[in-house]
């Protein structure tokens, strides 16, 4: 294909279709820096008018020079109607900005970046002016237009645009003249110990009705009272106006296990009116809680939860196990060799539910033991990450092997866990 001049491209497309300096200055969006494309459009405009009023012979639609005043030719112009690609749109930047302007109120945001939906007939337009002329240094009408509108919008807000995780983001539709706005998602870090055990670390939504209330759920929508999350939640859902809370953890204890030592979190927060709050003042009333306490609120992002989740922090567990039969003190020495070979477990019975039924090997990196009566004993188990604590003290009818009970040849009647310790110590999350 042969390159063709700026000079070349803007006298074809200046004789075939009419445009305004927006739209003609676009084609070559890529050339320089510092110029606007209504700028680099005029620029050119106006070196073509050079040409022809010096005489050279150029065949162009006298549209496009309206307005401009020739000294040596006679040139014929008259008003254009509409600019082919655009449809004159530029012309109601101001109008959209003052639009946007109404939809921001009562929002509290600092940063904000425009979107906007373009009508397929100017895209179309576009696209065609693209074909017959190249696109070797061109810039999308969608990419203008979210610059141009976000500048009037800086101007009548004196609020910043930013085009990487905005406060808010505001969608213009173009031909209906509608804006929406988008708020993005307030992300706090923290860490949680639930004193409680029958409390679940994320809302339990009722899986029979989807929380409208039913038979199941008595009418509640859910199936606990309240779990770590709603009560972390309450206090900043009402500071910030927002929507609804998502939980974000690193992994999480069972509904009957209590979690006595600092758990990372992340909570999100969906559609905050209000951005800055005072999350050492959230922290005391969130510890007024009997049943949940955290620490070290602070803001953060979203890629964060990403690290979170992949986290891989080994825990310490306290269980308190009682058996059907008196406990045979000789056998106890042999809970040692459970940490000698790795643990081999097929997805528990109790989850196997919602999880794919699969191997997995996991270690016991510590274990010590402490008898409390004649049936009860208290172990401490220092485990990897992903070891399921009561499978490998039950056994989970053989999915568990090895396990305590069938060391101890005893069948476990009860257990109370507690994690006691979550070993962060290689991630900087305090």
Not at 252 to 260: F, N, S, V
């Amino acid at each position: 294909m042969v390159k063709m001049k700026i000079e070349d491209v803007a006298i074809k497309v200046l004789k075939k279709w009419v445009l305004c300096d927006h739209c003609l200055g676009r084609l070559f969006g890529q050339i320089l820096s510092g110029l606007s494309n209504e700028e680099r459009g005029k620029i050119i405009r106006y070196f073509i008018a050079f040409l022809l009023d010096s005489g050279e012979k150029i065949e162009v639609n006298p549209s496009n020079f309206y307005g401009i005043k020739f000294r040596n030719i006679e040139f014929e112009t008259k008003e254009p109607e509409k600019c082919f690609i655009c449809k004159n749109i530029f012309e109601k930047k101001e109008t959209f900005a003052k639009k946007i302007k109404e939809n921001l109120k009562g929002i509290e945001f600092d940063t904000f970046l425009i979107g906007s939906k373009i009508p397929e007939e100017i895209l179309k337009a576009e696209e065609k002016v693209w074909e017959e002329t190249g696109i070797e240094f061109v810039e999308s009408i969608k990419s203008e237009i979210n610059r141009e509108i976000g500048k009037e919008v800086e101007k009548i807000i004196k609020k910043k645009f930013k085009m990487k995780n905005p406060d808010v983001t505001i969608i213009v539709d173009i031909e209906k003249e509608k804006v929406k706005v988008e708020i993005r998602s307030l992300y706090i870090f923290g860490g949680y110990k639930k004193f409680v055990r029958n409390i679940p670390q994320s809302k339990w939504i009722c899986s029979k009705c989807k929380g409208k209330g039913c038979k199941y759920c008595k009418g509640k929508g859910k199936l606990y009272q309240t779990s770590v999350q709603e009560i972390i939640e309450k206090p900043l859902l009402k500071e910030t106006k927002g929507k609804k809370s998502y939980m974000h953890a690193t992994g999480r204890e069972d509904i009957d296990a209590r979690c006595l030592d600092y758990r990372p979190f992340i909570i999100e927060i969906e559609k905050p009116i209000k951005r800055k709050i005072d999350l050492k003042r959230i922290e005391r009333e969130i510890n007024k809680s009997k049943k949940v306490k955290v620490k070290g609120l602070r803001f953060t992002t979203k890629e964060q939860i990403k690290i979170l989740k992949s986290a891989r922090l080994d825990k310490t567990y306290l269980a308190l196990v009682e058996f059907e039969k008196s406990i045979d003190r000789k056998k106890l020495k042999e809970l040692k060799n459970l940490t000698k070979e790795p643990i081999l477990q097929k997805t528990p019975l109790r989850v196997l539910h919602r999880r794919a039924d699969k191997y997995r090997k996991r270690s016991v990196k510590e274990i010590s033991w402490r008898i409390i009566g004649r049936k009860k004993l208290m172990l401490k188990v220092k485990a990897e990450a992903g070891l399921y604590i009561k499978e490998l003290i039950t056994g989970d009818e053989g999915r568990t092997k090895p396990s305590v009970q069938e060391i101890l040849g005893n069948k476990v009647k009860k257990i109370n866990l507690d994690v006691i310790k979550i070993h962060v110590k290689k991630l900087r999350f305090w």
